[in-house]
């Protein structure tokens, strides 16, 4: 409701674009759509292999990383994963070394990351999506 009172008191200025994003479009005020308004949808799906594995290599970039970390299994096991939630199995398998009192990220705590985060969300069929306006 904020976003579109904020909207309605915009008068013509010339090229100003507003960019939103969410994960969860379904919750969205179907008024956000009306022209004038957010008017385009870009859908962003899940990111592919390749995809995957460029961002497994942003978030492990400042990892102490184990010599057995299997980066290609990792992205394999990753299929129908958002980039927020391979960024956030990263963190989770660094918490888990931190935890275990690891000096390196194992394999085993990239494992233990993944059933965490597998478990974590909704549905293991669910496929998430984040959309920009």
């Excluded at 010339?14 to 479009?25: K, L």
């Excluded at 899940?46 to 010599?67: A, C, L, S, Y």
């Excluded at 931190?98 to 293991?124: C, Q």
């Amino acid at each position: 409701m904020q976003i579109l009172s904020s909207l309605d008191g915009f008068e013509p200025r010339g090229e100003v674009r507003v960019i939103a994003a969410t994960n969860r479009p379904d919750i969205l005020d179907p008024a956000l759509l009306r022209p004038g308004r957010f008017d385009r949808l870009i859908e962003i799906g899940v990111p592919n292999e390749e995809g995957r594995t460029e961002i497994f290599k942003i978030h492990m970039k400042g990892m102490n990383i184990g010599d057995k970390v299997d980066i290609e299994y990792l992205v394999d096991q990753t299929k129908g994963l958002s980039g927020a939630e391979i960024k956030s199995l990263c963190v989770e398998a660094g918490m888990f070394a931190i935890r275990n009192e690891h000096k390196k990220v194992r394999d085993k705590d990239f494992m233990d990351a993944l059933d965490k985060i597998n478990a974590e969300r909704k549905s293991p069929n669910e496929v998430q999506r984040d959309v920009f306006f």
